[in-house]
DNA sequence: CTGAATTTACAGTAATTACTGAAAATTGAA
DNA sequence: TTCAATTTTCAGTAATTACTGTAAATTCAG
């Protein structure tokens, strides 16, 4: 490993213990990542020195995280690792992931909580809580989803619009009129 | 404690250890949060079930994170703590010390990886993946820094909208035109 | 100031999580 | 099929992290 991609593993491993994941798993995935062509379990546990059963668990669980993906090689029997090297797909993934191990109970005990009929005022109150919590995760994940399915360029103008769509909305409220007069079209 | 409050309570101590948080401070804030009043360390250990030091350590963490606010009651030396408990305004909190912890750092390594000067075929490879991460990583950054600073009342318009935005944009595009001749405004 | 109430620090211990090596299971070329 | 190559599993151990009790520090009413 050269001095660049070192730097680049050791902050994934030191990050990686601050979520979830493991130090061991983050810097096997940053070495996936960066790396040019698939490597196989005996070339990431000799660059990182680890042991070949530790290597083996954490391209398991970067598996189920749907980090890395395997990749046979011709003419080899060894499974060689690669890993999406678009970020924004990166991204796509471990909000997906995290939303289902993550968001998805969580919502799911809310509901249940909401469900219960309130034994006390302490209980009235708690519940009150938990609706302002299940109401925000859900306005957010359901609005995460949509934006998902946006094709790339509209998502990124929108981006650069930045906060300047609320100008576009409030002058939108006004257009509408003049060219909703004109043309017959309105925004559904 | 209720059942209600009890499984909430249970839910975020699983969920706390799953990102950074340690268990016991995920059941701390999630007692605090749904709490009618404000709660010093001795109610919430014997809620618990926890040691006085470990909510000590636990209320330190918190506050750490911004997720709990030391409030004095008038005649009481005791600390109290509450949580603030719009969602909301939870979420952004959230938001910035994650930001501070891990996106900061993260970019900073980054940039430093991106102005060195790539020794070999291999570096050069990895400092495209590192800029392909930098540059989402300031998107989002940035959009999000300009949409906490929309109001609430565009940004749930917004929300609600989702990817009806996409049309918005379209239409806008061929709107300019008429409105801008007939107003003399222009979107900037 | 003084000292009781309260909070914090910290050393020791418990609990959890991570890692290894060896053995078992699986795979696929011959 | 067979068997060597490869991966996975898992029990044992190491390392880390969490928790407790005690002692020290701090705070503030009198």
């Given at each position: 490993?050269?001095?660049?991609?070192?730097?680049?593993?050791?902050?994934?491993?030191?990050?990686?213990s601050r979520w979830g994941i493991n130090r061991t798993v983050g810097q096997i995935y940053a070495l996936i990542y960066v790396s040019q062509r698939p490597l196989n379990a005996d070339e990431i546990g000799e660059a990182l020195e680890f042991s070949r059963s530790n290597v083996?668990?954490?391209l398991k669980e970067l598996q189920a995280w749907r980090l890395v993906r395997l990749k046979h090689q011709a003419g080899d029997r060894r499974e060689y690792f690669d890993a999406p090297s678009d970020a924004w797909e990166v991204f796509q993934i471990l909000a997906e992931e995290r939303r289902r191990r993550e968001i998805e109970p969580t919502l799911s005990m809310l509901r249940n909580a909401l469900l219960?009929?309130?034994?006390?005022e302490e209980d009235s109150v708690a519940q009150e809580r938990m609706r302002g919590m299940h109401e925000l995760i859900e306005m957010l994940t359901t609005w995460f989803d949509e934006v998902q399915h946006m094709d790339r360029t509209t998502l990124?103008?929108?981006?650069?619009?930045?906060?300047?769509?609320?100008?576009l909305l409030e002058f939108t409220?006004?257009?509408?009129?003049?060219?909703?007069?004109?043309?017959g079209k309105t925004i559904k």
């Amino acid at each position: 490993m050269t001095p660049l991609v070192r730097s680049f593993v050791a902050h994934f491993g030191e990050m990686g213990s601050r979520w979830g994941i493991n130090r061991t798993v983050g810097q096997i995935y940053a070495l996936i990542y960066v790396s040019q062509r698939p490597l196989n379990a005996d070339e990431i546990g000799e660059a990182l020195e680890f042991s070949r059963s530790n290597v083996s668990m954490g391209l398991k669980e970067l598996q189920a995280w749907r980090l890395v993906r395997l990749k046979h090689q011709a003419g080899d029997r060894r499974e060689y690792f690669d890993a999406p090297s678009d970020a924004w797909e990166v991204f796509q993934i471990l909000a997906e992931e995290r939303r289902r191990r993550e968001i998805e109970p969580t919502l799911s005990m809310l509901r249940n909580a909401l469900l219960e009929k309130p034994a006390t005022e302490e209980d009235s109150v708690a519940q009150e809580r938990m609706r302002g919590m299940h109401e925000l995760i859900e306005m957010l994940t359901t609005w995460f989803d949509e934006v998902q399915h946006m094709d790339r360029t509209t998502l990124s103008q929108l981006m650069k619009m930045g906060s300047r769509v609320q100008k576009l909305l409030e002058f939108t409220g006004k257009v509408k009129v003049i060219a909703g007069g004109k043309t017959g079209k309105t925004i559904k």
